[in-house]
């Protein structure tokens, strides 16, 4: 088993950045494949990004270059850099690691975080 947390949220201003943080609390899973989702509210979760242990990364169809996803793995730390942040990014953050099947977009994963607020106004 595994845990994972989220950390770097926060309430920022239209055009601001962040940096979210997702540490694993055990190497073990150090290459697997790490993704960051988001959920708005009333909304369906979505994928945001995701990075292989290699470090190729893919993005979701609505991501349009705001967003760097990258890893640390002596760190077992995935990160996601938001810049330009709009309030229509305002959603839990999300970070996953342990695919057991199909796409990453499709959401089954092993492990979740408990997620990280982003509020942007």
């Known amino acids: 088993h595994v845990q994972l947390v989220e950390s770097g949220g926060g309430s920022v201003q239209d055009g601001g950045s962040l940096r979210l943080s997702c540490t694993a609390s055990?190497?073990?899973?150090?290459?697997?494949?790490l993704a960051w989702f988001r959920q708005a509210p009333e909304k369906e979760r979505e994928g945001v990004a995701a990075?292989?242990?290699?470090?190729?990364?893919e993005y979701g169809d609505f991501v349009k270059g705001r967003f760097t996803i990258s890893r640390d793995n002596a760190k077992n730390t995935v990160y996601l850099q938001i810049n330009s942040l709009n309030p229509e990014d305002t959603a839990m953050y999300y970070c996953?690691?342990?695919?057991?099947?199909?796409?990453?977009?499709?959401?089954?994963?092993?492990?979740w975080g408990q997620g990280t607020q982003v509020t942007v106004s």
């Open positions: 996953a690691t342990d695919l057991i099947f199909g796409s990453w977009k499709g959401q089954r994963f092993r492990y």
């Open positions: 055990s190497s073990t899973h150090n290459k697997r494949l």
């Open positions: 990075i292989w242990f290699s470090g190729s990364t």
